[in-house]
Antibody
Framework: EVQLMESGGGFVQPGGSLRLSCAASGLTFSSYAMNWVRQAPGKGLEWVSH????????YYADSVKGRFTISRDNSKNTVYLQMNSLRAEDTAIYYC????????????WGQGTLVTVSS | QSVLTQPPSVSAAPGQKVTISCSGGSSNIGINYVSWYQQLPGTAPQLFIYDNTKRPSGIPDRFSGSKSGTSATLGITGLQTGDEADYYCGTWDNSLSAWVFGGGTKLTVL
């Protein structure tokens, strides 16, 4: 059974940094692209970032480009999201999601970790 | 403003049928597969439809998906109170090099 467990969320002031982690189990981790998707309170889903299985290809939403960095350690079955220069509008639940083999849909989702940016 | 457009809400009585539309463009739905996700209150999203029409194991056949041109539709028959949730469509956008979602549709079973 595939399991994704996010951690690292919390309260941070505007301009601060935070690193999220997503530990995966039940899969050959390096074979799959991974993504971060966020959801602001009471709002819809917003895709944040994508990283390929080997880590060589990354994509970012325009709203986070230049501030967030996605990475992965396949030896630890973990994907990270380094978030810098945080803004109030980054406040959201951040979900880790596994992409299917064909890279056509989000097959599994973690339970999410809450990031609150406020002074 | 979401790249994919969904109605904010739909409603129907138990046992009835409902459809949820998802409208996009030539760089996303027009050339890529659409997936649908159900999000129950307070929980993470769950894959419900993939590759436009396919259901993952465990998803009842009351749920169906279709796609035509730059639009996709999620259909739910035999509505149950347990189907009350937010539903999101999603796909890849080649022009944006980004995954895009619809704004979500809240289903109410009256």
């Amino acid at each position: 059974e595939v399991q994704l467990m996010e951690s690292g969320g919390g309260f941070v002031q505007p301009g601060g940094s935070l690193r999220l982690s997503c530990a995966a189990s039940g899969l050959t981790f390096s074979s799959y692209a991974m993504n971060w998707v966020r959801q602001a309170p009471g709002k819809g889903l917003e895709w944040v970032s994508h990283i390929s299985g080997a880590g060589g290809t990354t994509y970012y939403a325009d709203s986070v480009k230049g501030r967030f960095t996605i990475s992965r350690d396949n030896s630890k079955n973990t994907v990270y999201l380094q978030m810098n220069s945080l803004r109030a509008e980054d406040t959201a639940i951040y979900y880790c999601a596994k992409i299917d083999t064909t890279v056509r849909y989000f097959e599994y989702w973690g339970q999410g970790t809450l990031v609150t940016v406020s002074s | 403003q979401s790249v994919l457009t969904q109605p904010p809400s739909v409603s129907a009585a138990p046992g009835q049928k409902v459809t949820i539309s998802c409208s996009g463009g030539s760089s996303n739905i027009g050339i890529n597969y659409v997936s649908w996700y159900q999000q129950l209150p307070g929980t993470a999203p769950q894959l419900f439809i993939y590759d436009n029409t396919k259901r993952p194991s465990g998803i009842p056949d009351r749920f169906s998906g279709s796609k035509s041109g730059t639009s996709a539709t999620l259909g739910i028959t035999g509505l149950q109170t347990g189907d009350e949730a937010d539903y999101y469509c999603g796909t890849w956008d080649n022009s944006l090099s980004a995954w895009v979602f619809g704004g979500g549709t809240k289903l109410t079973v009256l």
